[in-house]
């Protein structure tokens, strides 16, 4: 039944707990779009030893019980495997998380002047609720791509010297009309343009674009047509922090998944060579529907599954059809946490709860499970057992009441594939919010839920 586990941690877990959740919010700092996800997450795995697939590719090299393999997808995704002692066709256990969050995009042709202030236009990416969005520090995260080949890292906003960037809002005494309108139209998408700058450089027409254009190609050498070719994500500045007076909780930007993302990788170092193969995905573009090269629905992490089989020996087709169909895997991803401000969209019986565990979602979708992943119950059995055998706390949640509303995460797309799926991951306060909150104990319960799945499951 459902406990605070505070309740049950004595000195050295609190104190691995800690360790875990440090290690975590440093990583969520830095690691603000996919593309830094990925590369700091390549970082730590070469630290263990992993080697890039295209490196055994090049060499011809085959692949033994023990070795370590990542697969770059674009610098957006990554696909992790360490091949186990037995036949890969017997299945892996698998963990997957995304690493996008909802955020604003630069349009293509971004830059303007209005009345002497430049701003930068924007679309957004994934659920956001507008009106969070004005007000705030924001930072420019992303890369530019020159003609030439070049790839120039992007990130403004984040050192204590950087200036920041925003959009503004209306103020309260004029607000009366705005304060009428609905809650989405208060804010529209084509409100959010990032106020950039207001120095103009001489007396001709545009002068404060000119000023920022001047700026862009000293610093970046960047000319305006580049923006064509950019990719540039505006997020929250400012890094992860405590929450709460007990330091109980982390608020930070793109906990969702990165909450998620992070402990997953971390099992998947700490837990080294098992005897089934293991496997760990971290993937873009789940917040719009896992579309693309590099979301969850692109032939990527199969087509890798294929190169791994092949590098074993395995030439024949059914080798990966066998593979998949024997796997275990927990799409990890975050839950709506139960908010006592907000009781009356969720179901206090199916709800999960801060500080009482890791939470499996059997299905998620809306209204009749639509889109959903349904987890078997056998599946689920299995799952119960494993958890309860380590001692693991977990809780089953919907997400919110029956109709009032919904979500999707990447689960689907590999059960499409016949593997064993199911939505296991933390829960969030205020998510898809500029600043989302989670708690501490239930970062460490889903870490160790990740290194029980990976271990034990069979
Ligand atoms: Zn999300």
Redesign the pocket.
Known sequence: MKKNVWNQYKEEDISFLNRICDDYREFLSISKTERETVYHSISLLEKKGFRSLDDYIENNQSLQAGDKIYVNNRGKALALFVIGDEDITKGMNILGA?ID??RLDLKATPLYEEKGFAYLDTHYY??IKKYQWVTLPLALHGVVAFKNGEVLPICIGEDEKDPVFGITDLLPHLGKEQLKKEAEKVIEGEGLDLLIGSQPMNEEEDAVKKHILSILKEKYQMDEDDFLSAEIEVVPAGRARDFGLDRSMIMGYGQ??KVCAYTSLRAFLDVDRCARTTSCILVDK??IGSVGATGMESSFYENAIHEICALLGYMEPTAVSRCLSHSYMLSS??NAAYDPLYSDVMDERNASFFNQGVVFCKYTGSRGKSGSNDASAEFLAKIRNVMDSEKIAFQISELGKVDAGG?G?IAYVLANRNVNVVDCGVGVLS??APWEVTAKADIFEAYKCYVAFLKQMR
Request: overall charge negative.
């Open positions: 995304h969050s909802p994934g659920g969702d998944d789940e917040e991803d975050v979500g995460t998510m898809h």
